[in-house]
């Protein structure tokens, strides 16, 4: 039976994730102590993060610059990183105690990567906060407060902090009117229409995508799969075309600035397997020349213009049919509370005062790379400190 409704003037933060308990963490610098609900254990999404070892954040420091990597929330996120940026969360975690270092591909991890340690330091410093576990149901606007029924009971909140995921059921809001993106899959392994098996698990570097909307994405690794095409850049890929009908085609750019001619005349005896084995593995290079009807030890001077052309063709417009996700695969959510329902400057609802958002529960979402965390490391830091300056 639920408990009579009971009034705590207080901060009440739905969602103890990487953003709920940044935000706790600086209302309680300021002796704002609130109130976390979870019906699961605290922090536990940041664990799997980076492989477990907990990508904290990217060498971008620029913020312009850093938010160009998210799809969604790019110019949305300009005044928020400008408080709030790269640097900030490098001295936030150095501050709780953990060291951090950065990789050749620029992504920031915790010394002993250890994902684990992040949890455990983050729930050390905000465990003065009021810890409630149970699955809020709903939340509901009053004439002077916030009412949050869970499971169990039922509360009453002056402030509000939504910080549940991409993952969550938005219905809780359903009676503040809130308008919500649907949530789909983004940064996933692709579907193809073609079929990779014999080069499941074969990897490419430093390819380029063909055409427009990928201009500014440069180079990265593509992995075949069993069920089409995976890797970094095939993230990148689906979170762009996230809500993109399907099937669509890619090109991709396997190989550029190749002068084949030049080296087919170079290397007249050596077999056309071994000379683009060169180039890209050889595995992929047989499986190409079997798909183009060349035989693989043909010599390079039995190439002709028309076998030459295909096989450019093939490792400079790679082109690949796309009819689905990997439904296992998902990293991130596109989706979410719409940016247009809040404020910038602050994380606040424009239609309910006192009504804050942060994480991946808005619709923003980042590359691989430790774009997402940084989201939230972020937007949980603006809600609290305008939650803050609200309070004076």
Not at 65 to 76: M, Q, S, T, V
Not at 171 to 176: F, G, H, R
Request: proline residues 4%; hydrophobic residues 35%.
């Amino acid at each position: 039976m639920a408990q009579e409704l009971t009034f705590n003037k207080s901060v009440a933060i739905i969602g103890a994730g990487p953003a709920g308990c940044i935000c706790a963490k600086f209302l309680i610098d300021s002796r704002i102590i609130p109130t976390i609900f979870d019906k699961g254990k605290y922090l536990r999404t940041i664990l799997p993060t980076g492989g477990g070892r907990c990508n904290l954040a990217h060498s971008e420091f620029d913020f312009k610059e850093l938010a160009k990597n998210y799809p969604r929330g790019e110019k949305f996120l300009y005044s928020a990183f400008s408080k709030f940026g790269t640097q900030d969360t490098l001295d936030f975690f150095n501050s709780i105690g953990i060291d951090t270092y950065t990789q050749e591909d620029n992504r920031i991890f915790p010394k002993s990567n250890s994902a684990k340690e992040v949890q455990e330091k983050l729930l050390k410093v905000i465990q003065k906060s009021d810890f409630i576990k149970e699955e809020v149901e709903q939340i509901e606007r009053l004439q002077n407060c916030y009412k949050i029924t869970t499971n169990k009971s039922k509360y009453a909140f002056d402030i509000v902090v939504l910080a549940i995921g991409g993952h969550s059921d938005f219905k809780i809001l359903a009676p503040l009117d809130i308008k919500i993106e649907n949530p789909v899959q983004a940064l996933v392994g692709l579907v193809t229409k073609e079929y990779f098996s014999d080069i499941s698990g074969v990897s490419i570097k430093n390819v380029k995508v063909n055409g427009k909307d990928f201009k500014n994405l440069g180079i990265g690794d593509i992995i075949f799969t069993h069920k089409g095409i995976s890797g970094p850049l095939i993230y990148k890929i689906s979170s762009i075309y996230a809500r993109k009908e399907k099937p669509y085609k890619i090109n991709l750019k396997i190989l550029e600035n190749l002068n084949l001619q030049e080296l087919l005349d170079k290397n007249p005896h050596k077999e056309i397997k071994n000379l683009l084995g060169q180039f890209v593995p050889k595995s992929f290079a047989n499986w190409l020349l079997n798909n183009l009807n060349i035989q693989e030890d043909t010599p390079c001077h039995k190439i002709n213009g028309k076998m030459r052309d295909s096989i450019l063709n093939k490792l400079t417009n790679f082109e690949i049919t796309i009819i689905g996700n990997v439904p296992d695969g998902e990293v991130v959510t596109c989706g979410g509370i719409n940016l247009k329902e809040i404020n910038p400057t602050s994380m606040e609802s424009r239609k309910n005062e006192g009504l804050y958002f942060c994480g991946e529960v808005m619709d923003v979402d980042g590359f691989c790379g430790g774009f997402n965390l940084q989201n939230c490391w972020t937007t949980g830091f603006v809600a609290a400190k305008s939650i803050i300056n609200s309070i004076k």
